[in-house]
């Protein structure tokens, strides 16, 4: 057993604040769209490949500032780090009497070094791998050094995944046991308000249905914050059911990045279970058969390709739906490990179940389904729909834990000045998005920018990056890129800022719908002078050129 009593535990906590946070990167290439409409970003990153390992006698090196094609392995070695020591168990009275504890961790040898050094044109160092001796990390390129956005490079590795334990742990208490998850993953979930923002996930999808929970996080009514308040609500479509799955899924890929050495604790069955050898130890005493049409519906959701044709398998969303409402699969797993009094990380437990062990077993099985689903259509885990799917869920659970700790936004290492550069667009078209009067950069700064797309507003971001992002399509303005170079009547930027958008003859396209209405949003007619117009129309009619 591992060491448990909460009330003395370390913490990995705020000092992964800003890891964790999102922050617009001043060298994300792929950054999408115009407008504070909520639009989310039509471009999304390749498959995470492993941030470089450390050697025997150093740690990890910077990681790199491009993000597009997925993170590159970093390399290089650090200097050794100081000896952590977890402690040993405890007992703790639980709040409804009887005693809780988790077993003692002996003390851990040294772990890795620092990350390795930063050129002024590399990326931010990643945190130290394993070794007790090494030299300096190695450099990494490609453009302004950023803080790390996870959503779109994935998490670094943490430093106690290289000494916590493997499997599960015991949670003991009025005599009964339930396994968890290793007490460094509840700790590094707690720093995060993970559990409550996954309960907040759920919550804010049952706005519209009357059974919002406000009792949560201080008295929190999320359904306030409109402007989060998904249209997808809880079982009323194959739209929320892809974003279940979207969610569970970006929580399983951060936390196998955090602890690569212990991916197991996140990994789901390989079938859905009906023998009590695929369970731990600790429940095979208890083990009951699920009834015949659970069986029967979880044999179906193993092999999803024989049964294309039926309802809720006509769209990976409607899947999504039929696994977590109408087949009662995600129901049954929930409820099929509790224990009624000892609740205080049970899978019944809808405010810390993402602490309990069987949580990932189940959530990890329902992923594994839905790759089984898309592989019987042709398609792969990495599609870009699928990325970007789960692109915006990640930033939708990090507005939701700002929801509830609003400290979370404050990050922790500042990002650096980006490289001065010359031109038209520098020199003309930049001042236009970071003007008071046409206030661009309130919802397009370099912090929280909203549909992801940053225009400024700090001397962090990279003009260059801009107008990249700025050649991308739009996904609120149907056949129109952003920015069309040579041509101002089919650059949806222009036609958004001049109100000519309503009559460019926009159309919905491929999905991407048609947002007609004028920027800044609010603004009841053109804020921009006729000599910004002028300029605009120039930079887009002489090739959108970046600058130098």
Not at 452 to 463: A, I
Not at 470 to 493: A, H, R, V
């Amino acid at each position: 057993m591992l060491s448990a009593d909460r009330a003395s535990s370390p913490t990995l906590l705020r000092g992964l604040g800003s890891q964790r946070r999102r922050l617009v990167v001043a060298t994300s290439t792929w950054i999408l769209l115009l407008g504070c409409s909520g639009e989310s970003p039509s471009d999304t990153p390749g498959p995470m490949q492993p941030v470089g390992g450390a050697g025997p006698a150093g740690g990890m090196g910077g990681s790199p500032s491009s993000s597009t094609g997925g993170v590159k392995p970093s390399g290089g070695g650090g200097s050794g780090g100081a000896p952590v020591v977890t402690p040993t168990g405890g007992t703790v009275a639980g709040p409804t009497g009887g005693t809780a504890t988790f077993g003692g961790s002996p003390p851990v040898p040294p772990l890795g070094g620092s990350g390795g050094a930063v050129t002024p044109a590399g990326g931010a160092p990643a945190i130290g791998g394993g070794g007790t001796s090494g030299g300096s990390g190695g450099a990494a390129t490609g453009g302004a050094s950023h803080v790390r956005d996870h959503c779109v490079e994935g998490y670094a590795p943490l430093a106690v995944d290289a000494t916590m334990k493997d499997g599960y742990s015991e949670y003991t208490k009025s005599g009964q046991v339930d396994t968890l998850v290793q007490p460094e993953v509840i700790d590094w979930m707690n720093s995060q308000v993970w559990q409550e923002a996954h309960f907040q996930w759920h919550n804010i999808r049952r706005c519209n249905g009357g059974m919002v929970d406000r009792t949560r996080a201080g008295g929190l009514d999320p359904c306030k914050h409109t402007e989060l308040v998904p249209q997808n609500q809880e079982g009323k479509g194959p739209g929320d059911g892809l974003e279940f799955l979207a969610m569970h899924r970006h929580m399983i890929e951060s936390l196998k990045q955090l602890f690569p050495k212990h991916t197991e604790q996140f990994e789901g069955w390989d079938t859905f279970p009906t023998d009590k050898a695929q369970i731990p130890a600790a429940w095979q005493a208890d083990w009951r058969a699920f009834d015949a049409n659970t069986i029967a519906n979880g044999a179906k959701a193993d092999n999803p390709g024989m049964h294309m044709s039926e309802k809720g398998f006509e769209s990976e969303g409607a899947f999504g739906q039929w696994i977590q409402t109408t087949s009662g699969l995600h129901g049954a797993l929930h409820f099929k490990w509790v224990r009624p009094q000892n609740s205080e990380h049970g899978l019944g437990n809808q405010f810390t179940n993402i602490d309990n062990y069987m949580f990932w077993k189940m959530h990890g099985w329902i992923d594994k389904v839905w790759d089984k689903y898309r592989a019987a259509k042709g398609q792969t885990p990495n599609d870009p729909d699928i990325r970007e799917a789960v692109l915006k869920q990640c930033r939708h659970m990090d507005d939701l834990a700002l929801l509830v700790d609003p400290s979370l936004g404050k990050p922790g290492t500042e990002c650096t000045p980006a490289p001065v550069q010359t031109g038209f667009f520098v020199e003309k078209i930049r001042p236009i998005f970071e003007s008071a009067t046409n206030k661009c950069t309130g919802c397009h700064g370099k912090d929280g920018a909203n549909a992801n797309l940053t225009l400024g507003g700090s001397e962090c971001v990279k003009s260059s990056d801009i107008v990249a992002a700025l050649k991308k399509p739009s996904t609120n303005g149907g056949q129109f890129k952003l920015i069309e170079p040579g041509d101002p009547m089919k650059s949806w930027l222009y036609l958004k800022v001049t109100n000519k958008a309503a009559q460019a003859g926009c159309t919905p396209t491929g999905g991407i719908q048609c947002n007609n209405l004028l920027m800044p949003q609010g603004a009841s007619s053109v804020t921009l002078t006729a000599q910004e117009i002028a300029d605009l129309e120039k930079w887009i009619m002489d090739g959108a050129p970046a600058p130098q």
